[in-house]
């Protein structure tokens, strides 16, 4: 399987605390794209960074991808109590193929 | 715009019976993809296309058949469904170029006794 690994499966954070979940893939990809899921929801994207970059920011979110290390990391500083939900990495690769890993269930307390 | 939707939302079948999945996008979008979800994992990928009157396998293609006849339809059938497909499938549609996004559907809850 392609698929990749993303740990830790479950984190559980006081409002406030900065959260971060890994993710790991296989192959040789174009891009990683992180996103969230609500429980009984679709997925919404929400950050993509490039093969050729190290590191990403939007709002409250930073990813960071290490190629040699077949490696990525989302970082939500000051989290909130709606920021809880599962979090997926997938990896595009061939331009046209992706593939997802197991998802960190993030649940942040008030 | 309604994005990606989804039809039915939820379905019980038996073992042995078929039916479609539809999915619709509104976005003009090339790409679109079919995923089933099984509780506590990620997403896989099941069927693709890249364009109107293409498909392509993804990782878990087997019991499964699609169709692209128009560019906004992205189908997916069951020929004989089996107790393994019960699953949350997911549709995406995706643009091309420097942000390649996918947008998806609110899902379709199958259950095949």
């Known amino acids: 399987s392609q698929q990749g690994e993303e740990d830790p499966q479950a984190l559980s954070i006081q409002e406030g605390e900065n959260a971060t979940m890994n993710c790991s893939y296989k192959?040789?990809?174009?891009?990683l794209q992180w996103y969230r899921q609500n429980s009984g929801r679709g997925l919404v994207h929400l950050i993509l960074?490039?093969?050729?970059?190290r590191e990403k920011h939007s709002g409250r979110l930073r990813v960071t991808l290490d190629t040699s290390k077949k490696s990525s990391s989302l970082l939500i500083t000051a989290s909130r109590a709606a920021d809880t939900a599962s979090y997926f990495c997938?990896?595009?690769?061939?331009?046209?193929?992706?593939?997802f890993g197991s998802g960190t269930k993030l649940n942040v307390k008030p | 715009n309604a994005g990606v939707t989804q039809t039915p939302k939820f379905r019980v079948l038996k073992t042995g019976q078929s039916m479609t999945l539809l999915c619709a996008q509104d976005?003009?979008?090339?790409?679109m993809y079919w995923y089933r979800q099984d509780p506590g994992m990620g997403l896989r990928l099941i069927h693709y296309?890249?364009?109107?009157?293409?498909?392509a396998k993804g990782e878990v293609p087997d019991g499964y058949n699609v169709s692209r006849l128009k560019k906004q339809n992205f189908l997916l059938g069951l020929e004989s469904a089996a107790p393994s497909q019960t699953s949350v499938y997911f549709c995406?549609?995706?643009?091309?170029?420097?942000?390649?996004?996918?947008?998806f559907g609110p899902g379709t809850r199958l259950l095949v006794l």
């Open positions: 997938a990896t595009l690769y061939n331009f046209n193929k992706f593939y």
């Open positions: 192959t040789s990809i174009n891009n």
């Open positions: 960074i490039r093969s050729n970059e």
């Open positions: 296309s890249v364009g109107e009157g293409t498909t």
């Open positions: 995406a549609s995706r643009t091309t170029g420097v942000q390649e996004t996918q947008y």
């Open positions: 976005m003009n979008h090339e790409y």
